[in-house]
């Protein structure tokens, strides 16, 4: 049974990590403006003022068999003090205009811990005002509460003192009886009835007494104020620091919410293993970043430039793997192109020639980008003379092709820029050169237009022996990826691998992006020469592209 594969948190962790610096930009500019905005709504608000005053709650009531004395429910007592009938009483103590629901909107009563104390707090943006309701609520509820007490007192001693009054009123009455009454035979059995009348009713009574007792000497303070409110002298709203550090939170939550977010609607390659599986074809070499690589007017040879940097050995590792390719069947001439403008496929066509060459093969490195020729700029050449002269019969292929400074290297210039260079590529002639190019070196390498700008790349793939195709880290879409190899694959061309351009190691596998499609690949014009001939002086034709 094959087993699944096992979750890393170290790697999701480091994934992680490289989204936030990655996308930092984001969650920056989301914080700040979280801040910025929360410190604009907090100097605009009017400052209020709490003032608050601490109640000790005690029980009422009394210690009897029917009404027992129990203790404070504190969620009850809470709800009560923060009630209409409290407010109502604070209205009438202080002679205020505002309703009690009006009243209650700015007080805020809680239960100190497991403890019996009641906090009210009562807010206003005058000082004054906030200390003048925070104790008249503490004072009212007190009062609510004492009233409270005293009605409950009422109806369970009622009932006994009304039973008391009436035995009071009993035994008088059998007393006035009993003194009517004149002594003799006949009398004596009323005497006993009245007797025992008010022996009952005196017992009676005196266990009324016991009972009403507790009623009467019950404490009904429910409680006191043991912290009288005091003045504020300091806003507490609004609270800057707690303010801004909410603001922090939810800005740096949001802002990372929105990070991810993008990343993970991104569309863009975002790695080597990515790559592979949006091109089904292995990645060859992973090219880091160098300086001067987008600029138009800078095009430096990194790998003869800087031989000892990252860049140049990348080269030389595609270099490596393109010889690896070679050695199992007839591989000689290699077209070059990528799926967007902007990938850097004219910069490792250069780069890669230069370093293929550096071993001692001959290379002819040739620009069949017609429309925007850039390869004779990388090695400081003209574009008088190149593969548009030789196809037009104005030139020879060892006429053409230009000396840059290493013996074993060639640069076949794109030459004068035609009108049709979809139809010079597709021409007779241009099968000839590239057979022409075969025999005469052992590396050929043809830079072609991106894939989806114009068709000329797909018209030169068949007639190569291999396709690499250059993808730029954070500028090339997934779907062009995709799209780029189902049109290689429909003209049947061998694609042998792919080149991840201008990656920066430093942010694993997250770039920043260059995120430019274009619609339009039209003419560039160089400066060097428009297609009118070859526009060179009249010299002595080589006889061999390496005489």
């Known amino acids: 049974m094959a087993q699944e594969p096992v979750a890393n948190p170290a790697a999701d962790l480091r994934m992680y990590i490289a989204v936030v610096r990655h996308r930092k930009l984001i969650i920056l500019i989301t914080l700040a403006l979280m801040v910025a905005a929360t410190m604009i709504f907090s100097l605009r608000q009017t400052p209020a003022y709490t003032s608050f005053a601490r109640v000790q709650v005690e029980p009422v009531g009394a210690v009897s068999a029917i009404a027992p004395r129990l203790e404070p429910d504190m969620p009850t ?5 923060a009630s209409p009938a409290v407010a109502s009483i604070v209205k009438e103590n202080l002679a205020l205009g ?8 700015s007080l805020e009563v809680t239960a100190e811990g497991e403890t019996s104390f009641l906090i009210f707090k009562y807010t206003s943006t005058d000082p004054r005002e906030a200390q003048r309701l925070s104790q008249g609520f503490a ?11 005293e009605r409950i007192n009422e109806e369970n001693s009622s009932p006994l003192e009304a039973e008391a009054d009436q035995l009071s009123k009993d035994i008088n009455n059998y007393n006035k009886q009993l003194q009517k009454t004149k002594p003799g035979p006949k009398q004596v059995n009323r005497i006993t009835q009245l007797g025992q009348n008010i ?38 709203s609004p609270n800057y620091m707690r303010n801004l550090s909410m603001a922090a939170v939810i800005g740096l939550a949001l802002g990372l919410g929105l990070a991810f977010l993008r990343e993970r609607l991104d569309d863009r390659v975002k ?9 089904g074809a292995p990645v060859l070499a992973a090219v880091p970043h160098a300086p001067g690589w987008k600029k138009e007017d800078q095009t430096p040879l990194i790998s003869l430039e800087a031989p000892k940097g990252q860049t140049a050995e990348a080269y030389r590792t595609l270099r490596t793997n393109l010889q690896f390719v070679a050695r199992h069947g007839d591989f000689k001439v290699l077209t070059v192109t990528s799926p967007m403008l902007g990938d850097g496929k004219t910069t490792t066509v250069a780069n890669l020639a230069a370093t293929l060459a550096q071993t001692g093969k001959r290379v002819i490195a040739v620009s069949c980008d017609l429309r925007k020729p850039r390869l ?23 006429q053409a092709a230009q000396r840059p400074g290493q013996d074993s290297l060639r640069i076949l210039a794109s030459g004068p820029v035609p009108p049709n260079p979809t139809e010079l590529l597709e021409s007779k002639e241009m099968g000839n050169l590239i057979e022409e190019l075969r025999q005469a070196a052992d590396f050929v390498i043809i830079d072609a237009p991106p894939i989806l700008a114009v068709s000329d790349a797909l018209i030169l793939a068949p007639k190569s022996d291999g396709v690499v195709i250059v993808a730029g ?16 694959d429909q003209v049947e061309a061998r694609v042998v691998g792919c080149v991840l351009n201008n990656f920066h190691p430093g942010q694993a596998k997250y770039y920043p992006y260059y995120y430019r499609y274009y ?25 061999s592209v390496w005489d």
Not at 376 to 398: D, P, Y
């Open 271 to 279: 790695g080597g293993g990515d790559l592979e599986e949006q091109m």
């Open 98 to 105: 505002q309703s009690p629901e009006d009243l209650l909107k």
């Open 519 to 543: 619609t339009t690949y039209g003419y560039y014009e160089d400066g060097d020469g428009r297609f009118a001939g070859n526009g060179h002086e009249e010299e002595k034709v080589p006889e």
């Open 139 to 149: 004072e009212a509820y007190l009062q609510h509460r004492r009233a409270e007490a």
């Open 473 to 488: 880290a954070g500028n090339t879409s997934r779907g062009a990826a995709v799209t780029t190899r189902e049109q290689l």
């Open 77 to 81: 007592e809470t709800g009560v003090a």
């Open 199 to 236: 022996g009952y009713a005196q017992g009676r009574l005196g266990a009324l007494q016991q009972l009403l007792l507790p009623f009467r000497l019950a404490q009904i303070s429910g409680g006191k104020v043991i912290l009288p409110a005091q003045r504020p002298t300091a806003p507490s």
């Open 376 to 398: 004779h700029r990388f090695f400081g050449l003209k574009n008088q003379v190149g593969v548009t002269s030789v196809l037009a019969g104005t030139a020879k292929l060892a």
